[in-house]
């Protein structure tokens, strides 16, 4: 019993070093952060995703992972009349450049941020008509808790939608932009998402890719996935 608490303990040593080193990281790009995006991937990504999730003019959303809003951007642009956006990252820093975002866009009305790890979402249950996020699983220490946690807080009949990249061998990534995990095997994000819970579960390439060049010079071009699936609906509901 006492040799359990002892690895828990050490296990969450872990988590916190990593997540404090991720906060640093992103605090200090933040400014730089939606001109370093446009050289990895396109806006295209954001009309996949969205299609993937069933957003409507009325869901209530949550972005986790929301950086400084790019995907919130679009979510909040569909729902903003009659529906909610919730913005969810690890970095006060970058959420602050998403409400400024918001705040040009004349959208931060319809949206709320709240500083939040993906792996313990700051979110009541079943508070969700979709779930997005883009980019995510591969800054998240446990990416399969992270997409139960998500479902979590999906309504029945909810929509979860994540892109992110195939497993590849661009290490600098590590390195420069504070990734945790090289990409992922389609075949194991599609279990994780079984696995919490989830049917109707597709993982599909998008028809874009991301590209970006390490500070070294390398070139680099990762396929993206994007993984779905739907909450199941309990016995009677419609």
């Known amino acids: 019993m006492h040799k359990a608490r002892s690895v828990r303990g050490r296990r969450g040593v872990k988590a916190r070093k990593v997540k404090a080193k991720a906060r640093k990281y992103f605090a200090n790009v933040a400014g730089q952060w939606d001109r370093m995006r446009e050289d990895f991937f396109d806006e295209t990504i954001a009309d996949s995703i969205l299609q993937a999730s069933d957003v409507r003019p009325d869901s209530i959303v949550v972005d986790v992972g929301c950086g400084t809003g790019f995907l919130t951007q679009q979510v909040a642009a569909r729902t903003h009349a009659s529906g909610k956006t919730v913005g ?30 993906a792996e313990k979402l700051p979110i009541d249950d079943d ?6 996020g883009n980019m995510i699983l591969h800054h998240c220490l446990r990416p399969k808790r992270a997409i139960s946690e998500m479902a979590r807080v999906l309504k029945e009949g909810g929509r979860l939608a994540l892109a992110d990249l ?50 070294r010079g390398r070139k680099a071009e990762i396929g993206i996935f994007i993984a779905s699936g739907s909450k199941p609906r309990g016995p009677g509901t419609l």
């Open 88 to 117: 969810v990252d690890l970095s006060p820093s970058m959420l602050q450049v998403a409400k400024d975002n918001m705040a040009k866009l004349g959208l931060l009305e319809s949206v709320e941020f709240r500083v939040g790890d």
């Open 127 to 132: 508070f969700a008509d979709a779930i997005v």
């Open 166 to 215: 195939e497993k590849h061998n661009e290490r600098w990534l590590r390195e420069e932009m504070e990734d945790r995990w090289l990409g992922f095997d389609l075949a194991k994000v599609k279990k994780w998402f079984e696995a919490a819970g989830l049917e109707d579960v597709k993982v599909q390439l998008a028809r874009t890719k991301c590209c970006g060049i390490s500070m």
